[in-house]
């Protein structure tokens, strides 16, 4: 039986607001907006050379990512170059719940954009007013619609 709901599908892509080092080799990218989806990393390396990605939405006061609240959900990606020029590494059949990516292993420049998947379902209606809260909230409540309607509606992306 076919589906009957709308496909679920890469609806946007977020280009990074921020990037900060927070190790040797790791480095923390913001997207400014917490999103159910991936990211799409292109970097060079060399044969055997391990990339993790770990996702979270919120980060602890010492600028790292914050986990905790992942349980023993790993949240990470991880991506072994082949070594030949530059690659580009975008997983399938899996979403995090995130703003924040933490890169590590990478020894050379990286790009990321952040893949926003869901529901591919119309937005029926637009709300504007004079109150930025009330703007917000309503920018808050479309994100968080947009992040927990990935074919079946959910009650967390993470």
């Known amino acids: ?19 900060r080092r927070v ?26 050379q391990v990339i993790s ?4 939405e919120v980060l602890r006061r010492d600028g790292k990512l914050y986990t905790d ?15 030949r020029g530059r690659e580009i590494f975008e997983p399938l059949f899996t979403l995090h719940g995130f703003r924040y990516v933490e890169v590590s292993g ?4 990286v790009e990321l954009v952040g893949r926003v998947i ?10 504007s007013s004079n109150v930025p809260t009330l ?6 409540v479309l994100w968080g619609q947009r992040s927990n309607f990935v074919s079946i509606p959910t009650d967390t992306p993470a």
């Open 1 to 19: 039986v076919s589906q009957v709901d709308p496909p679920v599908r890469v609806e946007k892509e977020l280009k990074p607001i921020s990037t």
């Open 23 to 48: 190790g040797a080799k790791t480095y923390i990218y913001d997207f400014g907006q917490n999103f159910s989806g991936t990211v799409r990393l292109s970097t060079s390396g060399s044969v055997g």
């Open 53 to 56: 990605i770990r996702h979270g």
């Open 69 to 83: 609240n992942l349980r023993t959900a790993k949240a990470t990606d991880v991506f072994i170059m082949k070594g």
């Open 106 to 109: 990478a020894r050379n420049s």
């Open 118 to 127: 869901h529901s591919s379902m119309p937005i029926t209606m637009n709300f």
């Open 135 to 140: 703007n917000k909230l309503h920018s808050n």
